[in-house]
């Protein structure tokens, strides 16, 4: 697999929706402590935050849905370039509509879990991040935006409860 260790930049390619928000993407990526996880226990899981290029503020990552990929290609190229790891991208777990920090617009945001297959040393914004692997309390305290505090909660939940349909396929 050839991976671009160059961030994409400028927003000739960015998506919008109807009511002009700017789509953006994100992922939880996330791991298990363990190998093999019995019981789904909030315990065994671990999730990555980023820092901010702007603050110190902590956040999972996301950035724009550009005109030539997928939302899922989005969210496995942002998870790229903002945090340095590849994994496989997961059901949606929803949408938020959410007001910008910087600026007096909004922003329509997907956001998807990721399940880490692999941490690079090396990322395109590996000089302008940190990343830290947190528990999911830690993760919820530490992060400052609603939104991704709801997306992660929805996360676990689902982790917790499989769907009938995942158990019979196991």
């Known amino acids: 697999m050839m991976l671009c260790m160059a961030a994409r930049t400028g927003r000739n390619l960015q998506r919008y ?5 700017r789509l953006v993407v994100g992922c939880i990526p996330y791991r298990y402590k363990c190998e093999k996880m019995n019981g789904s226990s909030e315990d065994e899981l671990e999730v990555l935050v980023i820092s ?3 603050t110190e503020a902590m956040m999972f990552p996301k950035g724009g849905w550009e005109s030539d990929e997928s939302v899922e290609e989005a969210a496995c190229r ?24 910087s600026r007096e617009l909004y922003h329509q945001g997907f956001m998807f879990p990721l399940l880490v297959t692999q941490q690079l040393d090396l990322w395109p914004e590996h000089t302008a991040r940190t990343r830290e692997w947190m528990s999911v309390s830690e993760a919820r305290k530490a992060c400052q935006q609603w939104w991704m505090r709801e997306a992660l909660d929805i996360l676990v939940n689902r982790l917790k409860s499989p769907s009938l349909e995942q158990k019979n396929q196991d």
């Open 78 to 101: 942002e998870s790229l370039e903002e945090a340095g790891v590849v994994g496989k991208v997961e059901c949606e777990l929803g949408r938020w509509v959410f007001k910008s920090k």
């Open 17 to 21: 929706n109807n009511q002009h928000h």
């Open 52 to 54: 901010s290029k702007k």
